[in-house]
């Protein structure tokens, strides 16, 4: 895992994969999501 980065997303449900993609759209390229599980197995799945 890195250990720097410009912008971290705390979240890979909904939101935060959103985010993730439209910053990288956008040109970001020192972005990384943190996930404690797998991805949108939070809130996201249960909605």
Same mark, same amino acid.
């Given at each position: 895992?890195?250990? #720097?980065? #410009?912008?971290?997303?705390?979240?890979?449900?909904?939101?935060?994969?959103?985010?993730?993609?439209?910053?990288? #759209?956008?040109?970001?390229?020192?972005?990384?999501?943190?996930?404690?599980?797998?991805?949108?197995?939070?809130?996201?799945?249960?909605?």
């Amino acid at each position: 895992m890195k250990s #720097k980065a #410009k912008v971290v997303v705390v979240g890979g449900g909904a939101v935060g994969v959103s985010t993730l993609y439209h910053l990288a #759209k956008k040109g970001w390229s020192d972005v990384v999501l943190v996930e404690r599980k797998e991805l949108t197995s939070g809130s996201t799945w249960h909605a």
